[in-house]
Every structure is written in structure tokens, then in C-alpha cells.
């Protein structure tokens, strides 16, 4: 059968293909899971490895079968019926018991993976930090009760130390993720769930939101900072601080001006307003006593704003914050500042998001990129 | 002709035709299983190339970075509605087609037992998919998922001040929809139920039915005990969004999970549903093409038998990340475990009918084999979702979007185009050009894999499902890429099967009654078959009556008991 034989080298080619790209691309990706950095992902990970290796064998062997029994039974001229088999019991128990053991094997590993990586596994000690991440739609804030600290769109986390998550959001379904450091665990609302993993490398990882949350799921990224303990209680001690007010008459005092002027509704920036973000995770949770569902002082709808210029994305990772290109003198501001960008027109960078600001001239625009990327 | 009749006041002396004599109102009027099974399946072709549509757009998106192709809004609306189209428009609508056309014939019954429901069914679910896809025409087409989780298609008032919800109309009409397609297969499951219980041709026990037969049977209790549930869910969402309810409102005491423990109740047992009849016809091509009978019947009708039983009891395995206890992530672990056996089992079956055999590789067997190969892959990328602690990793990523399309496209949608090739002859009486049929399959086959194998890698390597663009810095580019251009691969394998369908219609060679020397009832009649199917009915001996009859002397039931 020609077709067939022409197909076939098809086949290998397409297989060559794929299998190639698995093992050229390994290593470019840095939301990869098999890039691990910590005990959680590592433990999950590791059970990628045993049911691959298992998933392999059996595809080898199946299908192996499969295509030699495909051209050794091939109709050929001439060739007689073959004999009429109905069955055969003993093949037949061999191969539901082959499978019922290897399946049992793998769910053995499976349920001792599920212990390492649960809640109650948590190693908690004095040095456990806990966060609470709310997911907003779109954009994760991180609040840090014993510090009272609330910030945006990243997590900083010392190195070497369990991290305790309480997940939290009062809207819709989201889901943290953060490939290198844990598998996800969905923010729900009305269920405290929590989460924990430890990082054993300084760097920055990428978290993501893994549950369809409504238009702009796509952009609801943030990034994991590991720092060394010293770096974590230098950016704790930082962000702990009020906003410097800016020197009066320059030009981040503009920006200061009409950032009250427009900004306040949604915004907050501690030192200007210090009413906003006491505890988010109290507060904006209409199913605690004490919560004020419509209260858009406490809980207001956008992030703290209060060290902006100390981060390093823009509303759930849909630009980078690049205060290099931010100099506000600079006549190529519009074009290289991403903030400036995102300020002259947030709805045509991300869709849909609530930031809803009549159109700004460049002059404001460059006040307000004055002003915010001097909140170190 | 100029007949009069008593009573008769025209002068013209021609009767007119009465509405159901005429082409269109044969078909709107008929309640013959035959007629109602080729409705079905043309619609459920239709909204096959409506989903595939979809899916090109979708990829179309996906296909480099920052794709600009449409605003997220509408990217949400399409890929909700690719995932409703093919399991409720496409899927279920095609396998109720091959169902009642088919079933009956296969049995050895006149019709279905109750061929005015059967009539109801279809038109419930015509206009109920017309309905769904109306809404493109209001731009508000279902935009929360096909799965419409609570609270995100809740109305704001339902979902916390004032956030992004679904307040227009789109989830209406996803659930309306869904409740008028799921009447419908309400009324057609509880037809093939009695039909197969009570209009079997004399001789034919229920253990000398055909394997497909066996399959829509287990289907079809499937669809009764587990879309009551998907109903409720559906009811509850709409009391909740326009009557003041609260069942999913956590601020009110009501529970988010409560949506998805309902509605994975009903989705978990529908994946089965939508591959349950698939193995029914992979089971009857396989031994008509190896010139063998099915190896171990009664291990493929039990282990069917078992995976109905077992779907039931697995819907959890779709919610290990939402925080289940570590004892219920185990319980569920385990009975997805369990599910795999009955399924592996089936598949060493298969193989072993074509074992020993004299394989013909014609267009139906062609699928079937593509079949086997593609499904034992989406076995087991199902089989490491099960592996819990991994599943953390890679839920809600691309790596589940490979698995569904490998069981539902590898699987199902391989399974219908075996069965369409392997009984068009039946439909229409003519034979499909048999070289285009092997571009489509080959077209289809190469497609399928470039275009789900990478998406393993792509959430593998950290890629979220349902987003409408990404980032080109995190190594995810060329995998889409290359997913794309899979996805038009499969498009060009479509076009070439329609247009194989229009040659054939046109110009097609006639068929013979049993052109592929089959062994069942269907083929022991002329092709398409009259109203009443059979001149007399057929007394059955054996799983293969019609073997039987065409080689008396190695008539199954003279060497084999069942």
C-alpha cells in the first residue's frame, strides 16, 4: 500500500519533530515547571517524572503492539480468513491485572505526594512569614498583616523560609500559581484556603492566575521576589515607611496635586491618605462582621500606591514598570515609559480593567510619572 | 393524475400534495428513526464546522504574542462557545444521529419505540443550538467558559459590589440552552432505553447485542442520572442572577464550590458520554475490517458497564486545586484510578481483534486504527492528571486542553468520521471516494498532533488555559505557533471531507446492500433501508447474525455458546 508507506515516513518525521522540541526548548522557559526552585514544586514535579516514565513504557509497548500488528496482519493477495477468536479469558484477566497494579503503583506515589504538599505538611516555624493574597480582577495584592504592609503586584519572600499564603478574594474565582515555587491552590471566595512553599534560590519567579477570571484573566500575572533575609527586612523597613512628600514646587509635587485631584477614588498613597489599606483582608470581606461592602475608603478598588516606584509591574503584569525610560524630561517619555503609556490610555493596554481616567495631557502625564516613580 | 374523491370541490381534477407529502415536509413531519438519525447528524455537522470555526479563530489569536486578531471580550465569547458547540451541538447531536439511525437496524427493530418523542428530540435540540448561537447575533454570547462557573456568570449584585460579572445576557443563554438541549436528550436517552430493552429482534438477548448497541445504552442512562444535575446547577445559577437567590453568593451564605461539585457531577459522567458510543463504533469496525470477530465482548460490554458506574464517582478529580481535604483528594485519586482499568482493559481488546486478523484499510478502518492510537495518548495524559500532587502543576493549563482534545478529537471526533465513512453507504447508498477519505484521514491525523501534541509542552511549561493573548518573553511562541498551524491542517482536512461528501452525493458510486461484508442486522437490508428496515424480521442465533447467514457453515452460533 503506497500511501501507506509514503505515510509512514511522514509519521517519523512528525515524531523526530516533536520529540525534538521537547528537549530544544527545555530550557527557555521561566514559567517551566520542570525548572523547580523549592520543596513544593520539586515534590510535584518529581511525580511528573514517574507517571512520564510510566506513560512512556505503556505507549512504547501499546503502540508498539498496535502498529506491528498493523503491517504483520495487513491484508496481502491471496491470504485466507483468518481464524474466528472470540476471546481468550487468561489474556484477558492478565491485562486488567497488569494495569489495576501499575495504576495502584502510581497511585501510591500519587497519595504520598498529596501528604508532602498539603496544608498540614506545612513546616511552620517563628521565621514563617504569611502573606495574604487577594485576587482582584485583575491584578493579585499582597498584604502583610504583621507588618502591615499592602502592596501589588509582587511578592517579596526571603529566601530559605516557609511562606505561609492565606488566599482571599471577594469577587470572582482565582487561582495562585507559581510554577517554579508551587502548584496552584484556587482563591475562592468564602474559603480561607491556604497555601505554603519555600524558595531555595534568590531570584524572581512568575506567578500567574490559573483560574478563568473574567476578561483580562490573561493579564493577571505577578512576580515572586526572593531576596536574602537582609534584602527582605530592608524592603519590609522600606515599605513600612509614608510616601516622602515631594520638594514643593517640582515636578513630582504636580503629579502629587493631581494625583489628589484623580486618583483617590481608587487609589491610595500612605502619607497622603492614611486611612486606605489597614487590612484589606478584613475589611473587604463582606462575609466578616465589620465589613463594609461599599466602603471605598478601606477597601479601595485599586492598589496601594504607596511605593509604586519601588516595583517592578504595572497593573497584573501587563507591562513592566521600566523606570529607566522614565525620566520625565525626557521628549521620548510617551514612547519608552510604560507608565506613561499605561497612564495616557489603560483601557487600550488592557481591555476592559476598571481604571476609567479621562484622557490626560502629556504634561500631566508627566507630572503623575514624576511623582510615582519617585515613591521609592 | 386526475383522481376525485367523495367530497372533493376542486375543478383542476390533481390533488394538491399535502404538506407532508412534500420534499420538505416529509423531512420537518417524520417521526422514521432513519430520517431523524440523518438530521441529527447533519446537524451535528454543522455545528462541527461552526466549533471548528471557532477553534480557527481561537488559534488564529493564540498564533503569535500580543495577538490582535479580537479584543478579549469576544476572544472569551468564542472560545466559551467552541467548548458549548462541540459538546453539546456537536458531540452528542452526532452520536444520537449514528444512535437512532443505526440502533434500531441493529437490532432488528421497524423504528424506535417512541417515534414522535424521537421527532421532539431533534427539533428541542435544533432550535436549542440555534438559540445558543443567536446570541453572536447580540454580541453577547456566553463569555464565562463552558464549564459557567459561580460567581463569575453570576449578575454583579450576585458576585460582590460592583465586580466584573456577567450581567448581560450571556450566561442566559448559555443556561437556557443548555436546559433545552438537555430535554432533548432526556427524551432521546429514555427512547433508546426502551428500544433496546424491549424492541430486540427475537433471538437476540441482551448479550447478543451489538457492541454499540451495549455502548448507547450505558450513554444513555449516563445522560438520564447525570444531566438532572447539570440542570438543577443551570436553574439555580438563573434564580440566583434574576430571582434574589443565593445559592453561590458566599456573602449571603451561599457556596461557589456548590456550582462546580454540581456541575462536575453532570461533566464528569458527560466526557463519558461523549466516548461511550465512540467505543461502540470503534467496536464494530474493527472486527468487520480485520475479518474477525470482536475479541473479548464480554470484557468490552462489562468494562462499558463499569466506566458508567465508576463516572460517577470521579467528578472531584476536576477540583483538586480548590482546596479539598487531603482524604477527599485521595478518595478521588483513587476511584480516577479505578476508571483507568475498565478503560485500559478495552483498549488491549481492540488490539487484540486485529491481532491475528486480515486487516483492509479502508477509510473506516483507517479512523478506527487513528483511533486507538490517538485515544491510548489521551488515556494517559488523563492518567497523569490523576497523579494529584502534578495535577497542582498543571491544571487549568495547557496540558488539560491536550488531554480533552486528545480524548474528545484523537477519540470521538476520529470515532464519528470512522462511522460516518464506515455507514454512509447505509445512509445514502453510494461509496465515498475512498483516496480523498485517506488525505482526510491522514490530513486529520498529522493536524491533530501538531496541534494538541505541543500544547503538553505549553502548559508544561507554565501556560495558563483561556487567555486570549501572552507574553513573548516566556518561551511559549513557537509551540503556539506551531499549534496553529495544526489547527488549519485539521481545517484543510474538513474542507477535503466535505468535499469528498459533495462529489460523493453527485457523482458518487452506487453501493451494494453490504459493501463492506459486514456482520450485522444493519447491513441485511438495502441500502439506505425502506421505512420498515426489514421485509421480515430477522431471527438471531449469534452476536453476528448476519455473518451467520452469509457463511452457514462457520456460523458462529455452531462453535461458540453465548
Sequence with gaps: MPVFRRTKRWLVLLTILLMSSIFLTACNEPASILNTQGPVASDETYLFWVILVVASIVFVVVEGILLFAIFRYRERPGMPNPRQIHGNMKLELAWTAVPTVVLFIVLFFTIRGVLQVAPEAEPASANTVEVTAVGHQWWWEFHYDKYNITTADSLHVPVGTDIHVNLFSNNVIHSFWVPQL????????????TKWFIANKVGTYIGECAEYCGTQHANMRFNVIVETPDQFQTWISAQQKAAVAPAPGSLAAQGQALFKQQCTTCHGIIGVDATKYVNTAVVCNDALPGSSPNNTTNCPLGPNLTHFGSRDLIAGGVLTNNKDQCNPNSPDL????????????PQAVKPGNDMAIGQLSNDQIKSLVAYLESLQ | MATRTVGETTTIGVRRKSFSETYIGEWI????????GLMYLITGIFFFLVGGMEALLIRTQLALP?????????????????????????????LAGFGNYIVPLMIGARDMAFPRLNAFGYWLLLFG???MQSSFIFHAAPNGGWFMYAPLNETAAGCGHGFQCTPGMNADFWILGTTLLGISSIAGSLNFVVTIFKLRAPGMSINRMPLFSWMILVMSFLLLFALPSLTVASILLLLDRHMGTHFYQYAQGGDPLLWQHLFWSFGHPEVY??????FGMISEILPVFSRKPIFGYTFIAWSGVAIGFLSFTVWAHHMFAVGLPSIAQAFFATSTTLIAIPTAVKIFNWIWTVVGGKISFRAPMLFALGFIAMFLIGGLNGAALAVVPFDYQITDSYFVVAHIHYVLFGGTALAVFAG????FPKFTGKMMNEKLAKWHFWLT?????????????????GMPRRVYTYPANLGWNDLNLMASIGAFVIGISVVVFLINFVITMKYGEKASDDPWDAFTLEWDTTSPPKPYNFLEIPIVRSRRPFYDKKYPETADWKSVVH
Aim: glycine letters at 8%.
Design chain 1, 334 to 345: 510617551m514612547q519608552t515609559c510604560n507608565l506613561a503609556k499605561w497612564l495616557q490610555d
Design chain 2, 420 to 423: 460516518l465513512y464506515y455507514w
Design chain 2, 445 to 461: 491525523f498529522i493536524g491533530l498532533n501538531l496541534t494538541f501534541f505541543p500544547m503538553h509542552l505549553l502548559g508544561i511549561f
Design chain 1, 182 to 193: 508551587t502548584g496552584k491552590t484556587d482563591v475562592i471566595p468564602g474559603h480561607n484556603n
Design chain 2, 273 to 278: 458520554i461523549l466516548i461511550l458510543p465512540a
Design chain 2, 129 to 131: 443550538g440555534i438559540f
Design chain 2, 29 to 36: 413531519t417524520t417521526v422514521d428513526h432513519k430520517k431523524i
Design chain 2, 66 to 94: 500580543d495577538g490582535k486578531v479580537m479584543d478579549p471580550e469576544t476572544y472569551n465569547q468564542i472560545f466559551t462557545m467552541h467548548g458549548t458547540t462541540m459538546i453539546f451541538l456537536f458531540v452528542i447531536p452526532t
